[in-house]
């Protein structure tokens, strides 16, 4: 039994957690999403793109996604495709774990649409999160519409494996 007066709040509360059901990229789009709606643009970028490292990992892999090396190597591989950056110059974590490494980059080629947004979604994390001191900063009030633009392609992209309506 719950007391009155608190019945508005908790009604609130389950609306506000009723898009959560306990897998982990649903999960983290949904908490991105609550950013985005309570006006945490930055904290929606990081969630986002760690959110999109653990979904690769478990459609490139078998790998266990929360282990922060499966997650460096994933965007070391979004850098080398992005790139084309040839073997003697990849870092460390992917030359030891070239294996891995190779298997994320062919998984990742063909996906040119997923890597152009995840190069601009880390692009403009990387801007928001050093406060625009960055070559060629993004106005401030471009921030909350590209994360949304970003969480309609990534929601998208997780549910149906393509981006396309």
Known sequence: ETVGPLQPL???????????????????????????EHNLIQQGF???EET???????RATDLPPDE??????????????????PFDDWKRESREHREIAEILISWLSSRKDLLD???????????????GMVNGPMKPDKFRKRLADYLD????????????P
């Open 10 to 36: 908790l009604e609130r509360l389950q609306a506000s957690t009723a898009k959560f059901n306990g897998e982990s990229v649903r999960d983290g789009i949904a908490a991105a999403e609550w950013c985005l």
């Open 46 to 48: 990081t969630i986002l």
């Open 52 to 58: 999109l490292f653990t979904w690769i990992v478990t």
């Open 68 to 85: 922060e090396q499966n997650r460096t190597l994933v965007n070391q591989a979004i850098k080398i495709t992005l790139n084309n950056i």
């Open 117 to 131: 947004n995840m190069r601009n979604l880390a692009q403009d994390r990387n801007d928001i999160n050093h406060a």
């Open 153 to 164: 392609f990534f929601s998208k992209l997780v549910e149906t494996g393509t981006a396309q």
